[in-house]
């Protein structure tokens, strides 16, 4: 098999939610240049309609369509799967992209910023997943399975509460869902696996992330010295999407530059030093 043909997602129907923006932008990108059809859903819905006008405009061999989508209630799942299913009689790649994150210090993290984190981040993952799960049960194949493709957080994986106290519990429960489900769905036919990456420039990290030199700044906290960057997510995307990552399931990726290996200094330094 030749290495374009391991990526390639022509005639592949994808969605990805929280796709206008940041991280799912960057995924859409990836996923259109591919030759996937994408659907990209956000509560913004015209932002979404000018991303895939955008991401049209490219001349790629795939196309995108732009719409409005809410996963942080049942109503806005049903809401979403009902239009998904308009558009398109099938579903091969599901990316749950969209989050939300609410920062305060200890001492005033309010009890409400629980439930509407929880809410989009983990509920709202899970049920979207599980009501378009017959689509993608019924266009994936044993040596070609249907994707789900979640977005976590190193946040999720390090103790790193940072002020994100529910932002990091909810991701620790997304990597854990997609252990969970990577078990019980691979008989159906049908991969999941997360992501987990550390800073990229985004909506949610614009405090931090909003010029170069503040860029510049975080990336000296990273091991790799740098934020990350689009192609850092294209690359994930398109290798668990294609057929090179058609025989792996249950796997949070860290996208991280190093942050989930990070430790504490050389416990002997200052005796040896």
């Known amino acids: 098999m030749t290495p374009q043909k391991l990526f390639d997602l022509t005639g592949k129907t994808a969605l990805v939610t929280g796709g206008a923006t940041g991280i799912g932008r960057m995924a859409a990108e990836a996923l259109v240049r591919a030759g ?12 979404c309609a000018e991303v895939a006008g955008d991401l049209n405009a490219l001349g790629a061999h ?11 209630t049942e109503a806005g799942v049903d809401a979403l799967v009902a239009e998904v299913q308009k558009r398109s009689e ?36 899970f049920d979207l997943t599980q009501k378009l799960l017959p689509m993608l049960v019924a266009s994936g194949t044993r040596d070609d399975p249907s994707r789900v493709v979640n977005v976590g957080s190193v946040m999720g994986e390090r103790e790193m509460g940072d002020g994100a106290y ?49 860029r510049d700044k975080v990336g000296q906290d990273v091991p790799l010295r740098r934020v990350g960057r689009a192609e850092d997510i294209a690359g994930c995307m398109l290798f668990l999407c294609g057929m090179g990552g058609a025989y792996v399931t249950g796997a949070v990726i860290p996208v991280s530059g190093g942050i989930n290996v ?7 330094d200052a005796a040896l030093s």
């Open 166 to 214: 529910s932002y990091s519990a909810s991701k620790a429960a997304v990597h854990h869902l997609t252990r969970i489900l990577g078990k019980e769905l691979a008989g159906h036919a049908v991969t999941v696996n997360a992501l987990a990456p550390g800073p990229f420039v985004s909506g949610m990290t614009a405090f931090a992330t909003a010029d170069d030199d503040m």
């Open 262 to 268: 990070m430790c504490g200094p050389n416990i002997f």
């Open 62 to 72: 795939g196309k995108a369509e732009g719409f409005a989508g809410d996963v942080g």
């Open 36 to 47: 996937a059809h994408v659907l990209i859903a956000s509560r913004k819905g015209h932002a």
């Open 90 to 125: 099938s579903l091969d790649i599901l990316m749950n992209n969209a989050g939300k994150t609410w920062g305060a210090p200890m001492g005033q993290f309010p009890f409400g910023a629980w439930d509407k984190v929880m809410s989009v981040n983990v509920a709202g993952l």
